[in-house]
């Protein structure tokens, strides 16, 4: 089964997926995870030059990177664990892609970016996507005394067309879960294992 998570920066994605992997390792779950761009050597280094490069980086560069960096990740790692039958959670999967890429810096057209999605991710969907949902102001405030990395300087009003990406990729796709993410932890967290239980 692949699990991904999504959602802007500061929606409290990264406490929610290691609850949920201690609950996959509680209940002897075999399950690995890996972080959207990264999990692989190349993968990482692509990481760090999207990330942490000061330079102007062109928004096609941008994009085409994002989407090497999965490929590499998918077909080396993610592919032949789901053909084990274990469980893999994705930190960030294509929908960032479509978000960040699509909505926020208006790369290309979004059927392009779908396009570029599916050669990226060699086809594979995840099986259930968590969306947690959060106003961009308030996730604003959440990480405003953290140091920024190249995506995160992009500003509020990229910010809230990224979130309107998302918006409208949960309405659209069945696999979606939106998740209020203003609310407490462990609320969102069991509503997070219900969902999961149910695709088991
Ligand atoms: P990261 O530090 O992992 O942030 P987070 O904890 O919010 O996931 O950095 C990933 C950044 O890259 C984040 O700002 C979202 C962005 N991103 C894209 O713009 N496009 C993509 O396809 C992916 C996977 C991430």
């Known amino acids: 089964m692949l699990i991904s998570f999504e959602g802007i920066d500061g929606c409290g994605k990264s406490t929610q997926i290691s609850l949920l992997k201690n609950y996959?390792?509680?209940?002897?779950?075999?399950?690995?995870?890996?972080?959207?761009?990264?999990?692989?050597?190349?993968?990482?280094?692509?990481?760090?030059?999207?990330?942490?490069?000061?330079?102007?980086?062109?928004?096609?560069?941008?994009?085409?990177?994002?989407?090497?960096?999965?490929?590499?990740?998918?077909?080396?790692?993610?592919?032949?664990?789901?053909?084990?039958?274990?469980?893999?959670?994705?930190?960030?999967?294509?929908?960032?892609?479509?978000?960040?890429?699509?909505?926020?810096?208006?790369?290309?057209?979004?059927e392009h970016i779908h396009l570029l999605n599916s050669i990226a991710s060699h086809q594979i969907k995840p099986d259930l996507t968590f969306y947690l949902r959060i106003d961009p102001e308030v996730a604003g405030k959440r990480t405003q005394n953290t140091e920024k990395d190249r995506m995160e300087k992009a500003g509020m009003s990229f910010f809230k067309n990224v979130a309107k990406g998302f918006d409208e990729l949960s309405k659209s796709n069945k696999r979606f879960v939106t998740l209020d993410a203003a609310r407490e932890v462990e609320i969102i967290h069991k509503e997070i294992i219900e969902a999961v239980e149910n695709h088991l």
Not at 73 to 79: F, G
């Open 24 to 110: 996959l390792d509680q209940k002897n779950f075999k399950n690995h995870l890996f972080r959207e761009p990264g999990g692989t050597e190349i993968s990482e280094k692509i990481r760090s030059l999207l990330l942490h490069e000061s330079d102007e980086m062109d928004s096609i560069t941008e994009l085409l990177l994002f989407s090497a960096a999965r490929s590499q990740l998918i077909s080396e790692k993610v592919i032949p664990l789901l053909k084990m039958k274990d469980i893999v959670i994705l930190d960030r999967f294509y929908d960032s892609t479509t978000a960040y890429q699509g909505y926020g810096r208006k790369s290309s057209s979004l």
